[in-house]
């Protein structure tokens, strides 16, 4: 069965940093992973897809990395800026699509 | 890009009543739509598969005769939650899988039993 993991639960930091958040999964037989970001009372809106294939795909200051033989992935935000501030969810997709907890991430101005 | 279009945003009901919630694919043909469930800090879980033209696959401890899943068109997905109680209020998300995009997801019903 597969579990998917995201580190840390909750996060706070001042604009401008970098900072990095984590996905684990146990089942490596993944056709792809997905980050998605929620904002409160919302739906869900697509950030990155890394095809199993794939290691890593970028979007602007976003940056998803995909491991597939570890179970991990990691979404990189640069320069961070309090509009980023959301619940970040990771999303990986097999047989079913399995969620994370998310992330909820809160970027101080 | 792939648009699904979830209404409506949010409901407020009356216990015993029920309650009707569309999907739709506003600009491709989805021939499987999936209706997740989100309760307060917690994760999106999957309730069904809806497929359309044939009878929608429920995960375990999902009943299908209180989340009845109509999927009639390649478009449209509806999820009705019958005879809704203080329990059921959720936050009900749907989505559907727009080839190479990946999986597109509808802005959600926040439904509220009262």
């Known amino acids: 069965k597969q579990e998917v993991t995201q580190i840390p639960a909750a996060l706070s930091v001042p604009e401008g940093e970098n900072l990095v958040l984590n996905c684990s999964f146990t089942?490596?037989?993944?056709?792809?992973l997905q980050w998605f970001r929620q904002d409160p009372g919302k739906g869900l809106t697509s950030l990155l897809l890394?095809?199993?294939?794939?290691r890593e795909q970028t979007s602007g200051r976003l940056n998803a990395s995909l491991d597939k033989s570890s179970g991990r992935s990691t979404l990189y935000i640069a320069a961070s800026q309090p509009g980023d501030s959301a619940t970040y969810l990771c999303?990986?997709?097999?047989?079913?699509?399995?969620f994370g907890k998310g992330t909820r991430l809160h970027i101080l101005p | 890009g792939a648009v699904v279009s979830q209404h409506p945003s949010w409901v407020i009901c009356k216990s015993g009543t029920s309650v009707k919630i569309e999907c739709r694919s506003l600009?491709?043909?989805?021939?499987?739509m999936f209706w997740y469930r989100q309760f307060p800090k917690q994760s999106l879980m999957l309730m069904a598969t809806?497929?359309?033209?044939?009878?929608?696959?429920?995960e375990q401890g999902v009943e299908k005769d209180k989340f009845l899943i109509n999927h009639a068109s390649l478009t449209l997905s509806t999820l009705t939650v019958t005879s809704a109680h203080p329990e059921d209020s959720s936050f009900y998300i749907c989505?559907?899988?727009?080839?190479?995009?990946?999986?597109?997801f509808g802005s959600g019903t926040r439904l509220t039993v009262v």
């Open positions: 890394i095809q199993s294939s794939q």
């Open positions: 089942d490596s037989a993944i056709y792809n």
């Open positions: 600009d491709f043909q989805a021939t499987t």
């Open positions: 999303a990986v997709v097999g047989d079913k699509i399995i």
């Open positions: 809806s497929n359309e033209g044939s009878k929608a696959t429920y």
């Open positions: 989505s559907a899988r727009a080839t190479a995009a990946g999986y597109t």
